[in-house]
């Protein structure tokens, strides 16, 4: 499984824009890659996945260059809410797979 | 969407005793379902993958003996934690991925248990 890097934490006001990047230099040619967002004493929830080029819902936003060596997250005007860890995650598809590795995962806070 | 339960959602134990831990996919049949143990301020680190019907294979260092594992049917895996010691309080959580699905993708995770040990 390719490894991720993303920063250890972030700060944010409410209503900025929280931009987080993972690095994830080794992914394979048939990796996807996901974010999750964990709460305290929560089990991790899904917030988006992506291939390439964008992914947009109703929660977030994921940017993906064309090499695929990193993505970014993108959470529009934040609330104090989304004071939350968010994990970036690379995986294959193939049934053969399905484990996943969390790294160390970005504590954001998000201040009045 | 989907939805995976856990029960209990915390258990307070005496050292030495055993703790059974139910996940549960309330929604959807789940041929997979991962167990994940977390530390204070630390990272999921994955113990150990069940599969329905089969032998749960376990991650490097996680003790298949202590850490019993059973995924009877396709909505139920149980993780038995025996002999507890207070080193194995922690916070457990199971993820499930739903049958035919494609692994990888989105899997559902439950809502942990705090187990500590006296």
């Known amino acids: 499984l390719a490894k991720t890097t993303q920063p250890i934490s972030m700060d944010s006001y409410e209503g900025q824009e929280v931009n987080i990047t993972c690095s994830h230099n080794n992914i394979a040619t048939n990796d996807y890659i996901t974010w999750y967002q964990q709460f305290p004493s929560q089990g991790p929830r899904f917030i988006i996945q992506?291939?390439?080029t964008k992914v947009t819902n109703e929660v977030a936003s994921l940017f993906i260059p064309a090499d695929r060596k990193s993505s970014t997250l993108s959470l529009p005007r934040v609330s104090l809410s989304d004071t939350a860890v968010y994990y970036c995650l690379v995986a294959p598809p193939t049934d053969s797979w399905g484990k996943l590795q969390f790294g160390a995962g970005t504590q954001v806070v998000v201040t009045p | 969407g989907a939805v995976v339960s856990q029960h209990p959602s915390r258990v307070i134990c005496k050292s030495g005793t055993s703790v059974k831990i139910e996940c549960r996919s309330l929604d959807f049949q789940a041929t997979t379902m991962f167990w994940y143990r977390q530390f204070p301020k630390q990272s999921l680190m994955l113990m150990a993958t069940s599969n329905e019907g089969s032998k749960a294979t376990y991650e490097q260092g996680v003790e298949k003996d202590k850490f019993l594992i059973n995924h009877a049917s396709l909505t139920l895996s149980t993780l038995t934690v025996t002999s507890a010691h207070p080193e194995d309080s922690s916070f457990y959580i199971c993820s499930a991925r739903e049958l035919g699905r494609l692994a990888g993708l989105t899997q559902y995770f439950g809502p942990g248990t705090r187990l500590l040990v006296l």
């Open positions: 992506g291939y390439k």
